[in-house]
């Protein structure tokens, strides 16, 4: 059971990893996730305005429900091309 | 056609691979790696990505390039990885009968590249690096 994190550039650094995973038992939606894992990792915070969520490749919004086997990724405003 | 790619990206490859004899125009546009930023020299950049995302929104554009201009086909390829400046960060060609629908779905392809697509690129410096998040 678990819902798989990913993260992306800036907020790869600041977690110190581009991967980890929640227990859906301890989470509702995508902003529920990320309150979460602002508390292990404080840096998180700061990016709390500017942070863009992906919930299975799709952009989601910050109250989207998330469940057991979701893939769930934060990232910064993209600046590819 | 779409690829992410981590080797040098040759454009006449992928232009020769896309033009057909029913073409009149094929429009070709490169993003390349430059030497600053503001101000700033930049020494080289690497790029990230959330791959298959990257691919489904790179898919997506495709799919209304298509829909939305009178062309006939459109590649698009991104490198990821370490590039030196002056290299090609990014590849689009737009093969269509006529100049207009080709040059206008080139320009919304590289501008729409740029707001959803995640890929993300960090700028090396003398003195540091730093990711940049958005576009102007």
Known sequence: MSIRVLFFASLADIAGTRETQVDPATVTDVVSVFNKLARQYPSLEKYRSSVLFALNSEFAGAESPVQDGDELAFFPPVSGG | MIRLVRDVIDIRKVADSLQKPEDGAVVLF?????????????????????????????????SRAKKEFEIRDIAIVHRLGHMDI??????????????????????????????????WKKEFYEDGEVWIEGTP
């Not at chain 2, 590849?91 to 080139?106: E, K, L, T, W, Y």
């Open chain 2, 30 to 62: 490169e993003g390349v790696v430059r030497n600053h930023s503001q101000d700033k020299p930049v020494r080289f950049l690497e790029y990230d990505a959330y791959e298959p995302m990257a691919l489904k929104k790179l898919e997506e554009i495709e």
């Open chain 2, 86 to 119: 002056g290299e090609c960060s990014t590849v689009i060609v737009v093969a269509s009968a006529h100049r207009g629908p080709a040059f206008d779905a080139c320009r919304f392809a590289i501008d729409t590249i740029k707001k959803i697509v995640p890929i």
